[in-house]
Every structure is written in C-alpha cells, then in structure tokens.
C-alpha cells in the first residue's frame, strides 16, 4: 500500500485525520483516581499552568471478602509454608482474614515480597527483623527467581478477584505447590452523580476503571471526549471498549501521566 493510499478519499479518513480532528481545546479533565494528598503533585502544576478544572475520582474500590466467604474456598492457610505478596492490599487482607478467623501464623512462614516496599508494608503486621522475607526490586520476574531457590515450599497468594496472569502461570508451568486465594475483590465505584460527558479527556490507570465506566454508564458514548491510558493492558482495554485512545503513557518523552497529558494539551491548546 503506497502513501496516497492513506489520503482522505470521498468519506473515507484517514487515522491520522481522526485524532487531528479530535485535537480541541482542554477545559475539563478527569483522573480516575483519589485526589493526591501531596499538594506539590503534578496535577495541580498542569491545572495551574494550563487554567485547567482537573476532578479526581476513583472508578474503583477494594472490598474485603469476608471470612465466611473465604471459608468456601476450603483453603488451609497454615497447610502453606510461603505466602507471595503482591501488594499492601493483599497484606492489609491476608492477616484481616487471619484475624477474623483466629489464625495464628507461625514465625517460620517465609513471605515473597514483589518489592522492597511492600515487605516494608510487612511491618505493621509482623517483627520483620525476626521473620524470613525475600523481595525483588520491582518486577514478577525478579520474584520468580527468589521462589525457583525454595521449590519445596507450598506457596499461598493472596490476590484479588481480578489480578494479573503472570504469577500463576509461572507457578503452573514450573509445578510449584501453590494454592490462588480471593482474598478481596475490585469493584467498580458508584458513579451516578458523575456528569461524565463533561469532561474534555479521561485518565485511566488499569482495565477494571474503563469496565467501571460501562458498568456506570452501560449507554456511554465517547463523542469528543478523549482518553488517556497508562499502560498497555490499560490502553487495550480502551480499544477493545470501542473507544478512540488518544493519550498513551508512559511514552520515551513523557514517563508518567501527567507528561503525556502536558504533550497533548500543549498541542491542542496551541500553547
């Protein structure tokens, strides 16, 4: 297919025609997330630069299973040996559950921690000085490499209802003992009183807050709202929706968010 292919021909457009069309001025912004508590955050930098009205609102929320749902898992917490952590969510509801259902955790359990903060998190729970925690830096793979060093132990994951692939698989394809707990769930957030087509560009930060925005607003139509995505599963979700992706992040020359959004407003508030 040569170039002139790609050109405007009768009522054909071409991508690139699309999102120019779509390049209006910005107003109204909509970070599907908890306002920052840090008032030197870069949100309030692009609002002040840009004369923008930026709202916060988390499109979702972490419920706790209870204990008498978790029962019907039929899983034995104390049959494991290790417990792989993920996340402070899934340490605030591993010893929650613990908790509610009077079970003691024995000071030999080694816990796998995905990064340096969260076997901090640890802390507020245990004497992590006296317990056996491994951690990666950042990264699954890091933590598969800290868990082929114990194979004989029977690993627990507490997890939510919704959670990433990677894990599991690995623990499958090496034939790891290893038992999946639902611990909490991710729900979408009650968004009725929300004026959603108000908004120039919404910012989208995982799958589950563009399945909220359906669940909301079953009838949603984008029209000349944009959408921001940060990451690649975060912008599949978007396109899979049926939406246009306008704003993608992280990108070389705009790491987070708040840059890539900066790159588009400045485009197409011609500043």
């Given at each position: 297919?040569?170039d002139?292919?790609?050109?405007?021909?009768?009522?054909?457009?071409?991508?690139?025609?699309?999102m120019?069309d779509?390049?209006?001025?910005?107003?109204?912004?909509?970070?599907?997330?908890?306002?920052?508590?840090d008032?030197?955050?870069?949100?309030?930098?692009?609002?002040?630069?840009?004369?923008?009205?930026?709202?916060?609102?988390?499109?979702?929320e972490?419920?706790?299973?209870?204990?008498?749902?978790?029962?019907r898992q039929?899983?034995?917490?104390?049959?494991?040996t290790?417990i792989?952590?993920?996340?402070?969510?899934?340490i605030?509801?591993?010893?929650?559950?613990?908790?509610?259902?009077?079970?003691?955790?024995?000071?030999?359990?080694?816990?796998?921690?995905?990064?340096?903060q969260?076997?901090?998190?640890?802390?507020?729970?245990?004497?992590?000085?006296?317990?056996?925690?491994f951690?990666?830096?950042?990264?699954?793979?890091?933590?598969?490499d800290?868990?082929?060093?114990?194979?004989t132990?029977?690993?627990?994951?507490?997890?939510?209802?919704?959670?990433?692939?990677?894990?599991?698989?690995f623990?499958?394809?090496s034939?790891?003992?290893?038992?999946?707990?639902?611990?909490?769930e991710?729900?979408?957030?009650?968004l009725?009183?929300?004026?959603?087509?108000?908004?120039?560009?919404?910012?989208?930060?995982?799958?589950?807050?563009?399945?909220?925005?359906?669940?909301?607003?079953?009838?949603?139509?984008?029209n000349?709202t944009?959408?921001?995505?940060?990451?690649?599963?975060?912008?599949?979700?978007?396109?899979?929706?049926?939406?246009?992706?306008?704003?993608?992040?992280?990108?070389?020359?705009?790491?987070?968010?708040?840059?890539?959004?900066?790159?588009?407003?400045?485009?197409a508030?011609?500043?």
């Amino acid at each position: 297919m040569n170039d002139t292919s790609m050109q405007s021909t009768g009522d054909r457009t071409t991508p690139d025609q699309v999102m120019l069309d779509r390049l209006t001025k910005v107003t109204r912004l909509l970070v599907t997330q908890s306002r920052p508590a840090d008032e030197k955050s870069p949100y309030f930098d692009l609002a002040s630069k840009y004369n923008l009205q930026i709202d916060f609102r988390p499109f979702i929320e972490i419920q706790g299973v209870s204990a008498k749902d978790f029962r019907r898992q039929k899983i034995n917490i104390l049959a494991h040996t290790a417990i792989i952590f993920t996340s402070r969510n899934a340490i605030d509801h591993f010893f929650r559950i613990c908790q509610e259902s009077r079970i003691e955790i024995p000071a030999d359990m080694k816990y796998f921690c995905i990064s340096e903060q969260t076997a901090n998190y640890l802390q507020k729970y245990i004497v992590i000085r006296k317990r056996k925690i491994f951690n990666g830096t950042k990264t699954a793979t890091e933590l598969f490499d800290l868990i082929k060093k114990h194979k004989t132990e029977k690993f627990l994951f507490p997890c939510s209802n919704i959670r990433r692939n990677d894990i599991p698989e690995f623990m499958d394809t090496s034939s790891l003992h290893f038992t999946e707990a639902v611990m909490y769930e991710t729900v979408p957030t009650d968004l009725s009183d929300l004026d959603i087509q108000s908004y120039d560009i919404i910012a989208f930060f995982s799958p589950s807050g563009v399945s909220s925005l359906f669940s909301n607003f079953p009838d949603y139509k984008q029209n000349g709202t944009r959408m921001a995505a940060f990451g690649p599963t975060t912008a599949r979700a978007i396109t899979e929706a049926g939406l246009v992706l306008d704003i993608e992040a992280p990108l070389p020359n705009a790491p987070s968010m708040t840059g890539a959004l900066e790159l588009y407003i400045k485009k197409a508030n011609n500043q």
